[in-house]
C-alpha cells in the first residue's frame, strides 16, 4: 500500500539480531521491578475480570426485575399475605 518496504523488527534502532532472540528470565524479572507495569497490568486483569463477570451476572440482574413483576400474583382480597 505505501511506495516503501516495511522496516524489520529493530531494523530502526540499529539492533536486528539483539531485537530479534526471545527474552530471558532475568528480562521478565526485570519487568516485574518496576512498579508502573505492575500496576497497569494488575489494573488490567481487575477491569478484565469485572468486565467477564457482569457479562455473566449482567443480563440477569437487568431481566430480574421485569420476572419478578411477570410472576407477581395480584390480590384482590381483603386477606392476602
Known amino acids: 500500500m505505501l511506495p516503501f518496504a516495511e522496516l524489520k523488527r529493530g ?3 540499529g539492533k536486528t539480531v539483539e531485537a530479534a532472540k526471545r527474552p530471558s528470565v532475568r528480562d521478565i ?3 516485574l521491578r518496576i512498579p508502573e507495569y505492575l500496576l497497569v497490568v494488575l489494573g488490567y486483569t481487575a ?3 469485572a468486565l467477564g463477570a ?3 451476572w449482567g443480563p440477569s440482574f437487568c431481566i430480574a426485575p421485569t420476572a419478578r413483576r411477570w410472576t407477581r400474583r395480584t390480590c384482590f382480597s381483603a386477606r392476602c399475605s
Open 11 to 13: 531494523q530502526a534502532e
Open 29 to 31: 524479572v526485570n519487568l
Open 47 to 49: 477491569y478484565t475480570f
Open 54 to 56: 457482569f457479562a455473566i
